[in-house]
């Protein structure tokens, strides 16, 4: 079947650097993507969206990137900070019908002092 | 997301015993989901609704029932059907063509 995956299970990295985050999807039918912050024991939170017309988005210290081409999604933090270390994951949905997500597993963010 | 609130935070079942998990939002979404998560897992769909007064299967949903009597509302009942109902709730709902948005979640623990 058609799933969304990331491709690293654990990102560490420093303080103020950028982090960037990737998901592959297989469904080309998919027009909707999201990106969710979770810390342990929370529910997940809403990061960023974009559309299928849209291969760029821009948020506050965060850009997702969509190509289409490759489907590929991915998130960019930039000056990554303590607040930000969590566990971060994508979904993909198609609109028309029923409008049904499908989660990735995500990808643990460490951010080092 | 401060729109949707699930209630109680932590639950216990004993074995054989049926108990609900809440789960209201005043954002006027119409649809909302169950979804569970078990550790190193994504999130697997249990049910959702699109409108009141209906609702559909996803993809775990033996064991468990839900009714969308208001829109506001979306209760889910974990039944002594489910055998390995251990594991976090989350609700979620989606409206005017975003989302979903995910409310704390119910962590449920059999005792």
């Known amino acids: 079947g058609e799933s969304v995956g990331l491709h690293l299970p654990t990102l560490s990295v420093q303080e103020g650097d950028n982090s960037i985050i990737n998901c592959a999807y297989s469904n080309s039918a998919s027009d909707y993507f999201i990106w969710y912050k979770q810390e342990s024991g929370k529910g997940p939170q809403f990061i960023i969206d974009i559309r299928s017309n849209m291969d760029k988005r821009q948020g506050q210290r965060v850009t997702v990137l969509l190509n289409k081409t490759v489907k590929h999604l991915s998130l960019q933090i930039a000056a990554t900070q303590p607040g930000d270390s969590a566990v971060y994951f994508c979904?993909?949905?198609?609109?028309?019908?029923?409008?049904?997500?499908?989660f990735g597993r995500g990808t643990s963010l460490i951010v080092h002092p | 997301d401060g729109g949707i609130t699930q209630s109680p935070k932590y639950l216990f079942r004993k074995e054989g015993q049926n108990v609900t998990l809440s789960c209201e939002q005043n954002?006027?979404?119409?649809?909302m989901y169950w979804y569970r998560q078990d550790p190193g897992q994504g999130l697997r769909l249990i049910y959702y609704s699109q409108i009141v007064n209906d609702f559909q299967k996803g993809d775990i949903a033996e064991g468990y029932s839900v009714s969308r009597e208001k829109k506001e509302s979306f209760p889910l009942t974990v039944t002594s059907a489910q055998k390995n109902p251990t594991a976090f709730y989350l609700c979620?709902?989606?409206?005017?063509?975003?989302?979903?948005?995910f409310g704390q979640g119910t962590r449920l623990t059999v005792v």
């Open positions: 979904a993909e949905a198609r609109g028309g019908g029923s409008y049904i997500p499908t």
């Open positions: 954002l006027n979404h119409d649809a």
């Open positions: 979620a709902t989606m409206g005017r063509g975003r989302g979903p948005f």
